[in-house]
């Protein structure tokens, strides 16, 4: 059973940092893409990044491009999204995800298996 945990959430000033973890387990992730979404109160889920877990090759969104930078570490199964002069507009509930390739990697409907979701609020 694929299991997905995010983490690290929390309130944060607008022009600080925070670190999302999104740990996997349950099988074998070569050939997969591991995405994080947001959603925010009222707007449909969008795409954030995502990374491809055997080439690492990465995906941003515009509006993050720049400010976020997602990575992963295979040996312990967890990628990371390092989040950067977060914006009030940043502020969502984020979520990760995985997908088997092939597959459109900004497409939600892509991803397979969902972890639950961390909230993410950037006060100004």
């Known amino acids: 059973q694929v299991q997905l945990v995010a983490s690290g959430g929390g309130v944060v000033q607008a022009g600080g940092s925070l670190r999302l973890s999104c740990a996997a387990s349950?099988?074998?992730?070569?050939?997969?893409?591991q995405g994080w979404f947001r959603q925010a109160t009222g707007k449909e889920r969008e795409f954030v990044a995502a990374?491809?877990?055997?080439?690492?090759?990465?995906y941003y969104a515009d509006s993050v491009k720049g400010r976020f930078t997602i990575s992963r570490d295979n040996a312990k199964n967890t990628a990371h999204l390092q989040v950067d002069r977060v914006k009030p507009e940043d502020t969502a509930v984020y979520y990760c995800?995985?997908?088997?390739?092939?597959?459109?990697?900004?497409?939600?409907?892509?991803?397979?298996?969902w972890g639950q979701g961390t909230q993410v609020t950037v006060s100004s």
């Open positions: 995800a995985m997908g088997r390739l092939p597959m459109v990697v900004f497409n939600p409907g892509s991803y397979g298996y």
């Open positions: 349950g099988r074998t992730f070569s050939g997969h893409v």
């Open positions: 990374i491809s877990w055997t080439a690492g090759t990465t």
